[in-house]
């Protein structure tokens, strides 16, 4: 028996495996050269993709910026991956889009601080596996929707177009094209063209070139020498700012509540996701779901006192990590302070991209989120996994991430259960040889694969012939699943027979099923205790006494 002392110690030790320890950097005395290249390479690819996002989300080039170089680190520390990249990212973006329009900009730093609370809970509550729950079209059809939106976000910049805030990507993307001429948009879809080409070329020239940077000073240099008439990213801070507490009232937060726990649901689902896919492409070791929870929502918490906006693991910025030969968090710790000396040393020079350069490097960013060959695999398998993945990428762009995730969850179950069901039934046994007066009166039926609340009609309709009957026996052994549904058809089934007349004898009921067959009344609906059976050769044999 438990003393208060060794549960309270218990529930210490179960804090402590959320905490870092000195075990995070056991191997950076071997792998240290290999973790400062990666951090610095990291860095660089992840500068105008932070400014990019920034901007797009409406919170601004700073904001994505500080949450690169804040929440990078803390989730590096505190995180449950050695290899995660945290930050601002594409999904983030969609959702703080609406947020910002309705709200305002100001209220970002409130909703990242109210996330990271939320999801921080989360891991302390070891939610951190419930991700595996959700199925693989769901997945695969949720990062085409963001996909899709991210590069439609992108067109007005592209071409040089001012729309509304907040409005539905796809419709924005239509009214921005109304409000241009040839005669200026030519000049963004240059930029953008010179961005496009120049990320699909330089990896041919060498994979370690950072191509989304080099497309990014290409694309400026052209709009500073030819002089074009384009809008920049504009001033940028020259430090970093005091942390502080966002500005909040009672009213603010409960007008933000529901915001908040629709980026904290994204912040967890895309972390946990591109953690776990980052262990499977590297030899770093596993990932630890609720820890990574932790750090996740520190990190979340950190970006809003310092004005950032919520932040996830990023798949792409960790994808470059590794294959860069990053190995501990020291590399993810360099590459927030790669971009912490561009705030100090070169935040004049960021200033003057052009807003068109960074919607060209989002548009190829968006184009590499979608793997055609993936998307084929999903649609030519099962009619139900196709309809699934449609339907979430459909409802990701048309509504809401967080319903699509919820509605393709559920209608993901449903095809499950209803495939389960399917495979779930009763079938009559004959009497095993030599069979003797009287055998004719007595039916087994077994019981086949799950017994619960999409079943349970099914499994009625077959029992109900029994005729002539005047014992039956059910075998039970070969039920694979019992719910409280399930045990309540049992259990009327063996009334009604008993009511009839037909005496019920049930044989092979497993262990892990007799608690709830007792509770819902299974077993007490038997006419005697002794009609419970082990071996059908014995309740063979009971039976043939009732006959």
């Known amino acids: 028996m438990d003393t208060p002392q060794r549960k309270n110690f218990l529930s210490l030790l179960n804090v402590k495996s959320l905490l870092p320890s000195l075990d995070d950097y056991r191997r950076v005395p071997r792998t240290w050269r290999k973790d400062l290249l990666a951090g610095v390479t990291v860095g660089i690819v992840a500068l105008p993709l932070a400014l990019a996002f920034g901007v797009s989300s409406g919170a601004g080039a700073e904001s994505g910026l500080i949450t690169a170089i804040i929440a990078g680190v803390v989730a590096a520390i505190f995180g449950g991956s050695n290899v995660q990249v945290s930050g601002p990212t594409g999904a983030m973006v969609v959702v703080l889009g609406p947020i910002v329009a309705k709200h305002g900009v100001a209220t970002i730093a409130l909703v990242s601080l109210m996330a990271g609370i939320i999801v921080l809970a989360a891991g302390f509550l070891r939610l951190g596996r419930t991700v595996s729950y959700i199925p693989w079209p769901v997945i695969e059809g949720f990062t085409l929707g963001i996909a899709v939106i991210i590069f439609l976000q992108q067109v007005p910049s592209a071409i040089g177009a001012i729309v509304e805030p907040g409005k539905n990507s796809l419709l924005a993307a239509i009214d921005s094209f109304s409000q241009i001429s040839i005669a200026e948009a030519w000049m963004p879809i240059l930029l953008v063209a010179i961005v496009v080409i120049t990320m699909l070329v330089v990896p041919m020239i060498h994979q370690a070139l950072p191509a ?10 052209v709009a500073i020498f030819l002089k074009f008439n384009v809008t920049s990213i504009g001033e940028l801070p020259s430090s970093l700012p005091p942390p502080h507490l966002p500005h909040m009232t009672w009213d603010l937060v409960y007008a933000l509540l529901g915001p908040a726990f629709a980026v904290a649901a994204l912040a967890a689902i895309e972390s946990l996701l591109s953690a776990r896919v980052a262990s499977s492409i590297s030899e770093t070791g596993p990932y630890d779901a609720d820890r990574e929870l932790v750090g996740q929502g520190l990190a979340s918490v950190a970006s809003g006192f310092f004005g950032g906006m919520p932040a996830t693991g990023a798949i792409a910025r960790t ?17 927030s302070v790669v971009l912490l000396v561009v705030v100090y040393a070169a935040s004049t020079i960021v200033s003057v991209i052009p807003l068109a350069a960074l919607a060209g490097v989002l548009m190829v960013t968006s184009a590499r989120m979608v793997s055609a060959a993936t998307a084929l695999t999903i649609l030519r398998s099962t009619r139900s996994d196709a309809v699934i993945f449609v339907m979430t990428a459909v409802i990701t762009i048309s509504f809401d991430l967080i319903y699509a995730v919820v509605i393709g969850v559920a209608a993901a179950g449903f095809a499950a259960l209803r495939q389960l069901a399917k495979t779930s039934g009763v079938e009559r046994e004959a009497l095993p040889l030599p069979v003797i007066e009287g055998d004719e009166k007595i039916a087994v039926y077994r019981i086949d694969g799950a017994l619960f609340f999409g079943t349970a009609d099914k499994i009625l309709h077959d029992l109900q012939d029994t005729k002539g009957i005047s014992v039956v026996i059910l075998r039970m ?26 005496t019920v004898l049930i044989k092979g009921i497993q262990a892990s099923h007799t608690r709830l067959a007792e509770k819902v009344g299974v077993i007490s609906s038997l006419r005697h205790q002794n009609h419970l059976f082990s071996s059908l050769d014995d309740a063979i044999a009971h039976a043939r006494s009732h006959a």
């Open 212 to 221: 989304s940077l080099i497309a990014v000073v290409v694309a400026t240099l």
């Open 319 to 335: 994808a470059v990590n590794i294959r860069a030969g990053g190995q501990t968090r020291l590399s993810v710790i360099v590459h």
């Open 477 to 502: 052994s070969k039920l694979q699943m019992l719910d409280a549904t399930g045990a309540q058809v049992i259990t009327e089934l063996v009334r009604t027979l008993e009511a009839a007349g037909i």
